[in-house]
Structures are given as structure tokens and as C-alpha cells.
């Protein structure tokens, strides 16, 4: 690959795809090639559904991981060289709107479990929930500085 002198910047003379959309590509063939293959093979092992389902996180964080990270690296390189716009600071109504939004969430995914008796691990409600701690944090930073 080869690399101007703006910081380790891929150049423009050899085109590659880029990481992020490699992670992209990468999720969509999960969703619709490797898991489902790979559920029917290790059920075809009939294996305990325990076992199957830590095998495919398992192989699950051995793609996605690296590819995670490398997206990440990929991005502050190019927020660091001023391709990227850093993202707007959260106001305060966004934070209050999206904090609403959550506690809906919460009560749809827990009304789901208590009126079904089944448990759904609430993933989406977790990262939203960091998410927003996140914004919360980065709300009372930025006010402390302005300060």
C-alpha cells in the first residue's frame, strides 16, 4: 500500500477498499451466509445448544473483532488528518429525547419478557444505554471546558 506523507494516509494512486465498508460487507455475509450454515452444521454435530451457541459467538468475535478494530484505527487516522468531521456535541433536549426514547424501550423489551416468560437478552437497550451515558459524559465535558 502505498502511503503519502500525511500521517500514514493510504494515497489516492492505488484504491482499496476501505475497512469500515469491509466490516459492512462482512456483517451482511454473517447475517445471511455464515450463521446460518454454521447453526445447521453444529446441529448436524448435535451438539448442546450451549455449546453451539458459544461456538458461534465465539467464531462471531474471531471475525469481528480485528475487523472492529481496524475500522476504528481507520477512522481516528482519518479524523486525526481532518477527512472526518468530529460529531456535533449532544445538546440537551437530544440527550432528554433520547433518554425517553430508552425508558420506552426498556418497558416494550420488559413487558416482552415478563408477559411471554421468555427471556430476550436486551442488546439493543444495553447500547443505547451506554450510548447515552456516553453522550451524558460528553455533554458535562464539554460544559466544564466552556466553563
Known amino acids: 500500500m502505498a502511503t503519502n506523507n500525511t500521517g500514514g494516509i493510504p494515497s489516492l494512486d492505488k484504491p482499496r477498499r476501505p475497512r469500515r465498508s469491509s466490516l459492512i460487507i462482512a456483517a451482511v455475509i454473517w447475517v445471511l451466509v455464515l450463521n446460518p450454515a454454521l447453526s445447521l452444521g453444529l446441529h448436524q454435530l448435535q451438539l448442546h445448544d ?7 459467538i465465539g467464531t462471531f468475535l474471531a471475525i469481528f473483532i480485528p475487523l472492529s478494530i481496524s475500522a476504528w484505527r481507520e477512522h481516528q487516522r482519518l479524523r486525526d488528518a481532518g ?3 468530529k ?5 440537551r433536549n437530544q ?3 433520547f433518554a425517553v426514547f430508552l425508558t420506552v424501550l ?3 423489551t420488559l413487558w416482552y419478557i415478563i408477559g411471554t416468560a421468555q427471556f430476550i437478552f436486551p442488546l439493543i ?3 443505547g444505554t451506554i450510548a447515552l451515558i456516553y453522550q451524558i459524559r460528553s455533554y458535562r465535558n464539554d460544559n466544564r471546558k466552556a466553563a
Open 87 to 91: 460529531r456535533p456535541k449532544p445538546t
Open 106 to 108: 426498556w418497558g416494550i
Open 83 to 85: 477527512l472526518i468531521q
Open 50 to 56: 450451549v455449546a453451539e451457541q458459544a461456538l458461534l
Open 95 to 97: 440527550i432528554i429525547a
Open 125 to 127: 437497550p444495553i447500547i
